[in-house]
């Protein structure tokens, strides 16, 4: 008999509770343990990088979701996906810097974020070269399927 798996612990970080409690529950309903955080003091608090992923806004009160992610990072590289009304080709290069294996525009597709997830829980490519590409190749993927559904041509 085989151990029983626990299921992979998502942090969202969002201060907009009902689209924070939407996406937790759509996460729960496919079995992942989700926590959601108002705030980025509030995710370090509730230990965000003692997560498998964190899912993240990128205007917060206090410190934004990109320096969020670059702060989880340096403790544990831990795969990260953006949720922005704001992007930009500027902040997509600071967020995949900072670890973003995906990028979303607002309102987003639970189903893409939720495709975002499940690769970004996948066994990551051996060595930092084929990771670090890995990373670009699904945020790149994600940045074009967003342009094509939004047709916003900086994002």
């Not at 939407?22 to 509730?46: F, P, Q």
């Not at 989880?72 to 922005?84: E, N």
């Amino acid at each position: 008999m085989q151990p029983k798996r626990s299921p992979k612990r998502v942090i969202i970080v969002e201060d907009q509770k009902a689209t924070a409690w939407a996406l937790a529950e759509s996460l729960r309903e496919d079995g992942y343990d989700a926590i959601t955080a108002g705030s980025s003091e509030e995710a370090l608090e509730l230990g965000a990088e003692d997560c498998d992923v964190l899912i993240t806004d990128l205007r917060l009160p206090g410190m934004n979701g990109i320096e969020l992610m670059s702060r989880v990072r340096k403790k544990r590289p831990l795969p990260s996906i953006l949720i922005t009304a704001y992007g930009s080709p500027d902040v997509i290069a600071r967020a995949k810097r900072a670890g973003a294996v995906g990028c979303f525009s607002k309102p987003f597709n639970i189903k893409e974020v939720k495709e975002c997830l499940k690769r970004a829980l996948k066994k990551p490519p051996r060595g930092r070269a084929r990771a670090r590409k890995g990373a670009l190749t699904a945020v790149r993927r994600t940045v074009s399927r967003s342009v094509e559904r939004t047709g916003c041509k900086g994002y």
